[in-house]
Structures are given as structure tokens and as C-alpha cells.
T-cell receptor, first 116, second 112 residues
């Protein structure tokens, strides 16, 4: 079964509004989660590393004021796309490292964002 | 510079035969390698992983081989099934809680 969930799975919003996406690790605690974006026919692009209890680390070229990340607990990280524009429309995926048992990074099912 | 390379964009095999997916890396600091399967509009699904202290890991139909001296790993799927048709990504990391570096993926098609 799924070990990382995302909510919502799909969201449509108007340009200028903010959208929050949640990522939860379901049966393990994750001090580190990651946020990715996937463009059509492209590989996953890492946006940022979300660290529980501290600031996120953003990859080069990713606007931290545009994509706000909060890792409030060991099972929840949120990505807020602020003042969304049509070019922010994309497929956003989170992941979390499970370090108990077999160490593996699990991915969520993704969130499809469409900004009109 | 691409640190994880999947040089073949696609592979087609007959059902029941072996699928061999290759991956090369350049960064010697990578010590953990993972394979994921992905369908469009879904998150990647973890398949199998291998630590750099091993040269082989097996899980059911999936076996991953690691050749550290050649900086090469491969995923073997035996026997291949039509349901295996998907995009497969190779990924590498410097350890737990480290970010993954992905290859570009390879599209596997298994013909009935």
C-alpha cells in the first residue's frame, strides 16, 4: 500500500491565488522530504529539500518566495505555490526517506496543478 | 553534466524474456542506488535498491547488479510481463536522507 500520500491529487485554481499541497508519510517518520516537479516528457526536477524543524533547501533557480515549504512535523510537509500563474501548472511530486528497516525513498502519487 | 545516465531511451522485449535496463554514473560519492517504475501522471514506484557494499540484490523477478569499478548498474526483470511496460528510472544518492540524482529514464515495452 501507499506509504506517502499527497493531497489534493488535482487542483484547478485562478491565476493569482495560492495553492497548498500536503505530503504525508503514512507509517514512518521522515526528517527529510523532497519536492519535485515534472514537466511533460521530462525527468523529475528536484525543487527543494524539506527539513523537519528547519528551513528548506532550494535548488538553484527555484524561487523560495514563490514555492513556500513547511515541514511542521515528522510526517507532514507542505508546498504552497504562492500567487500562482499558468506557467506554474505542472505535476508536483513529493518523496520521503524511510530510514527504518530498508532505507528507501518513497514517492507520493503526485498533484496535478492547473492554473487558469 | 549528467551524473546518472540511462543512455537508451527505450527497450522492447518479448513477454517471458529477460529485460536488462542499464545505468551508468560518474560520481564516486554515490553509495546507494535505486530503481523506480513510473506511469504517466503518477509518482514513481520503488522497485529495488542496492548499497555500494553489495554487488547484487534480488527481489522476486527483479535483480539489480552493481559494478562499482565500472560505475555501472543494471536492472534485470525475469520473466518480463506486459504489465512491466512503463518508464524506469535509475537513481543514486550519497546515503539516507540525501537527495536523489535521477537518470532520464528508459521506456520499457513488453510485447505479449
Amino acid at each position: 500500500g501507499a506509504v506517502v500520500s499527497q493531497h489534493p491529487s488535482r487542483v484547478i485554481c485562478k491565476s493569482g491565488t495560492s495553492v497548498k499541497i500536503e505530503c504525508r508519510s503514512l507509517d514512518f517518520q521522515a526528517t527529510t522530504m523532497f519536492w519535485y516537479r515534472q514537466f511533460p516528457k521530462k525527468s523529475l526536477m528536484l525543487m527543494a529539500t524539506s527539513n523537519e524543524g528547519s528551513k528548506a533547501t532550494y535548488e538553484q533557480g527555484v524561487e523560495k518566495d514563490k514555492f513556500l515549504i513547511n515541514h511542521a512535523s515528522l510526517t507532514l510537509s507542505t508546498l504552497t505555490v504562492t500567487s500562482a500563474h499558468p506557467e506554474d501548472s505542472s505535476f508536483y511530486i513529493c518523496s520521503a526517506w524511510r530510514t527504518s528497516g530498508q532505507e528507501t525513498q518513497y514517492f507520493g502519487p503526485g498533484t496535478r496543478l492547473l492554473v487558469l | 553534466d549528467q551524473q546518472v545516465k540511462q543512455n537508451s531511451p527505450s527497450l522492447s522485449v518479448q513477454e517471458g524474456r529477460i529485460s536488462i535496463l542499464n545505468c551508468d554514473y560518474t560520481n564516486s560519492m554515490f553509495d546507494y542506488f535505486l530503481w523506480y517504475k513510473k506511469y504517466p501522471a503518477e509518482g514513481p514506484t520503488f522497485l529495488i535498491s542496492i548499497s555500494s557494499i553489495k554487488d547484487k540484490n534480488e527481489d522476486g523477478r527483479f535483480t539489480v547488479f552493481l559494478n562499482k569499478s565500472a560505475k555501472h548498474l543494471s536492472l534485470h526483470i525475469v520473466p518480463s510481463q506486459p504489465g512491466d511496460s512503463a518508464v524506469y528510472f535509475c537513481a543514486a544518492s550519497g546515503g539516507a536522507n540525501s537527495k536523489l540524482t535521477f537518470g532520464k529514464g528508459i521506456t520499457l515495452s513488453v510485447r505479449p
